[in-house]
């Protein structure tokens, strides 16, 4: 009786565990036999796997439990060949081609449904701008400018039609666990108000998901480096390996804090204007206090050389995980800001004429 007692109560329990929600990938991929396929996603910057299979005739399954929804990659090891979909707790089957598995048929998942939908909706767009950018190409290769400029003024205007699209799909799919990914790409034009109302409307579940909680401390991040709020002080070190706080370069009438990095190329083409700024107003006040976002010391330092920047640079040498560009909410560079004498941030994100205009308008009082 104790043992018919305690095989009813297993198997209660081994039915309730196999009924948690959790998620089940069958997989058909011609020409794929005995090849291991590789389930991965990625989690705080480093690449995960979540699951491994071996295809026999082409067919496979994988089964696991996700914590949300959200977009992984299917490859096929010892093979370039891979795509990439959003999975979630659910039955999801993958039919495809192994030379062609980027456009494999997945279903069974609502968020990579909504994917599909957007991508839809926006490639009459996609299409349009790209030609547009073989059209430029095309220009150029001629030196056309003035086709140039036309075809510029035209690729502004689709990207502005591709913003109000996702502005409308972000709109209309408050529940969809891909509307985040769309909000985190508007967030780069948003103002931090703007990010907090766009997140707020957000269905309560996907609101709880990191790149969420992530948009949340952006804009949290954005409203504390304002104009007109105190610049936030960090600390990092020199070239020399010497710690170098911000708040111990402020004091001249203004400091430029200058985030850059010898890889970008748009920075390294503003630092002639920086030199600029700071050899005719150095004298008068003027102060630049560089970070870099670079991930090698031989880089950094040759960068400087070369480009004549002679003020005072700071790095942990950890490319986009700088600690400092986090605090300032910095997610493109060039980025700048421009403090007074009390480490008041009184402009930002100065460029060629305008930072040269601004300093002297201060200065030249």
């Known amino acids: 009786m104790k043992r018919f007692f ?6 209660a329990f081994v039915a309730a565990c196999s009924s948690e929600p959790h998620f089940v990938v069958k997989a058909n991929i011609e020409g794929s036999d005995s090849l291991t396929f590789v389930l991965q996603k990625r989690e705080a910057g480093k690449v995960v796997s979540i699951d491994t299979a071996i295809s026999k005739n082409g067919v496979f399954k994988m089964e696991g439990k996700i914590d949300y929804p959200q977009q992984v990659m299917l490859i096929a090891l010892n093979n370039r060949n891979r795509t990439s979909f959003y999975l979630e707790n659910a039955e999801i089957t993958i039919t495809g081609k192994l030379d062609s598995l980027t456009t494999a048929k997945i279903t069974g998942s609502k968020s990579q449904d909504d994917y599909k939908s957007y ?28 086709q140039m400029r036309t075809i510029r003024d035209e690729a502004v205007g689709v990207e502005k039609e591709m913003t109000e699209l996702q502005k409308e799909f972000v709109k209309n799919n408050p529940a969809s666990y891909f509307t985040p990914t769309l909000i985190r790409s508007l967030a780069l034009d948003m103002t931090p108000e703007e990010i907090e109302a766009a997140v707020a409307a957000l269905d309560t579940n996907v609101a709880k998901i990191p790149v969420v909680i992530d948009l949340k401390t952006r804009a949290a991040a954005m409203k504390a480096v304002a104009i007109g709020q105190k610049a936030p002080d960090f600390t990092l070190n020199d070239v020399n390996g010497n710690p170098v706080s911000l708040s111990s370069k402020i004091g001249p009438k203004l400091l430029l804090v200058d985030f850059w990095a010898a890889w970008c190329g748009p920075c390294r083409r503003e630092n002639p204007n920086v030199v600029k700024v700071y050899n005719e107003f150095n004298k008068k006040g003027f102060d630049v206090f560089g970070v870099s976002l670079d991930q090698t010391k031989e880089d950094w330092v040759k960068a400087i050389a070369d480009d004549k920047l002679t003020w005072t640079h700071v790095s942990d040498l950890k490319y986009w995980d700088n600690a400092a560009a986090k605090l300032y909410a910095v997610n493109s560079i060039p980025a700048n800001f421009l403090l007074d004498e009390t480490g008041t941030i009184i402009a930002r994100n100065l460029r060629e004429d305008a930072l040269y205009n601004k300093v002297k308008e201060v200065l030249g009082k």
């Open 6 to 11: 305690y095989l009813i109560v297993l198997a």
């Open 119 to 146: 991508l839809d909706l926006n490639k009459p767009l996609a299409d349009k701008y790209q030609t547009l950018v073989s059209t430029y190409q095309a220009a150029r290769t001629s030196n056309d400018t003035a």
